[in-house]
């Protein structure tokens, strides 16, 4: 088949034929008229293409709004606990030692029933005591210590001291009265359980070196003294 050789400067109507296809210039493009018809189309092929390659990864997408605060929730209920139970006891009984070093009863003592393993007894004292010298201008290092006991032995007290280990220390050094308070939440177990408080004095062994307990050195001065135990289901 010839090649097609259109005229290069046709006029508006102009016909061209070649290869049995016969063209018309419409004053802008040639627009074929006659010629040879569509063929048939054909079967489609058996034969699977190459796969194409991968495009492109688009451009991510801008991010979405921040959703909304979600409501609060609800307040949650208060640690239940009861109290089964309050003893106390208290003295104004003094207690007057001189050149004595270990620890003795003031006189405050409680038993309590403790219905359940699981319950606790809250054990909480105030006292009234101090070593003393008879020198108020002395000053310092005049260390009375009072502990806690359940069932005549020691709870409730330091560890490793390298001169004492008690529930409360004071250093008397004015040589008048001072107080301990002092508070415990114990688990007992079960069962009947006494609590008392002791005092000592850490002074070396001298005539002129007193212990005093709900009372000043003189006298002069006096005062009471409380132990509480409670019972607390929790």
């Known amino acids: 088949m010839a090649n097609f050789d259109f005229p290069s400067s046709p006029s ?15 004053g802008t493009v040639w627009k074929r008229v006659t010629g040879a018809t569509k063929g048939i189309k054909g079967e489609p092929s058996t034969v699977a293409g190459d796969k194409g390659q991968k495009g492109e990864v688009g451009a991510g997408g801008s991010g979405g709004d921040k959703g909304q605060k979600g409501a609060t929730g609800a307040t949650g209920s208060a640690a239940s606990y009861t109290v089964k139970q309050v003893l106390s006891t208290s003295t104004n009984g003094t207690q007057y030692y001189r050149y004595y070093q270990g620890p003795i009863d003031t006189g405050l003592s409680l038993t309590i029933n403790c219905a359940d393993s699981n319950n606790k007894i809250l054990i909480e004292y105030t006292i009234c005591c101090a070593a003393t010298t008879g020198n108020s201008s002395f000053g310092g290092s005049r260390y009375v210590g009072s502990r806690l006991l359940r069932n005549n032995s020691q709870i409730a007290g330091g560890t490793s001291g390298g001169s004492g280990n008690e529930s409360v220390y004071t250093d008397t050094g004015h040589d008048s009265l001072d107080h301990h308070s002092f508070s415990y939440m114990d688990t007992p177990g079960a069962g009947n359980h006494t609590y008392k408080v002791q005092i000592r004095h850490h002074l070396s062994g001298s005539y002129s070196n007193y212990l005093v307990f709900n009372r000043s050195r003189s006298g002069a001065y006096r005062t009471l003294s409380t132990l509480t135990c409670s019972e607390i289901e929790i």
Request: hydrophobic share 15%; proline share 0%; no cysteine.
């Open 12 to 26: 508006n109507g102009q016909s061209y034929s070649a290869n049995g296809i016969t063209y018309t210039y419409n």
